[in-house]
């Protein structure tokens, strides 16, 4: 079975401070993993994925998150927040489903804002 | 289309009328998916197109929620006798081929207020 668990639901940080949103997962299979974020009334957008290259997988808007086996963890940051930066983000893993299509197990979401 | 596009972006209806939600992938995509965002449960998955066949209906909640699609493009979400738990945002994906690790392209979302 798939789980995402993110381990914090809001995160607060300062503009021009570092961003560290958390996420441990869980999968029986060899795992893709992916960032979404979501701001106020639009739909997710994809932030960086993870398919089995390299382990520290650069993003869009200066985000990038390290994948660790050994830690079933896949946590996002980013060096230094900007006021833009303040929405819902979703960490989410994928899996084959019966059919062959991708299966994605969403974890509940960690909302950042960011304190002028 | 540049992106998924959905319709209407919000929607307010009373208890027992039926909705059709809109979703137009991008242009190619064979793979369709429409997923269900609500406070309590988070994201759901509801049902997966591939063209026009849904081989995956596995996440619709009840048989009032159904889903077509129609020339390989344009898919429908229809639910039947709406009740207050229905209200959520339902957000409409696509994918290039539907396979697994492709990533899926979401829509801005259909909000739908049931009343």
């Known amino acids: 079975a798939q789980s995402v668990t993110q381990l914090d639901s809001h995160v607060s940080v300062s503009e021009g401070t570092p961003v560290l949103l958390r996420c441990n997962y869980s999968?029986?299979?060899?795992?893709?993993l992916f960032w979404y974020v979501q701001h106020p009334n639009k739909g997710l957008q994809l932030l960086l994925k993870?398919?089995?290259?390299?382990?520290l997988v650069k993003g869009i808007n200066g985000f990038e998150a390290e994948f660790k086996k050994s830690e079933t963890s896949f946590h996002l940051t980013k060096p230094s927040a900007h006021m833009s930066d303040a929405a819902e983000y979703f960490c989410?893993?994928?899996?084959?489903?019966?059919?062959?299509?991708?299966?994605?197990?969403f974890g509940t979401g960690t909302r950042l804002t960011i304190i002028p | 289309g540049a992106g998924v596009s959905q319709s209407p972006s919000n929607k307010v209806t009373e208890k027992g009328k039926d909705v059709e939600l809109r979703c137009d992938p991008i242009?190619?995509?064979?793979?369709l998916y429409w997923y269900r965002q609500s406070l309590g449960q988070g994201l759901e998955f509801l049902i997966y197109?591939?063209?026009?066949?849904?081989?995956?209906k596995s996440g619709l909640p009840s048989d009032r929620f159904s889903a077509e699609r129609t020339g390989g493009s344009v898919s429908t979400l229809t639910i039947q006798r709406t009740q207050q738990e229905d209200s959520a945002v339902y957000l409409c994906?696509?994918?290039?081929?539907?396979?697994?690790?492709?990533?899926?392209?979401f829509g801005p979302g259909t909000r739908l207020l049931v009343l």
């Open positions: 994906a696509s994918s290039f081929d539907g396979t697994w690790e492709e990533t899926q392209y």
């Open positions: 993870y398919t089995s290259a390299a382990t």
């Open positions: 999968s029986s299979y060899s795992p893709s």
């Open positions: 197109f591939q063209g026009n066949s849904a081989p995956d």
């Open positions: 989410v893993v994928s899996h084959p489903g019966v059919f062959g299509n991708e299966k994605l197990t």
């Open positions: 242009s190619g995509h064979t793979a």
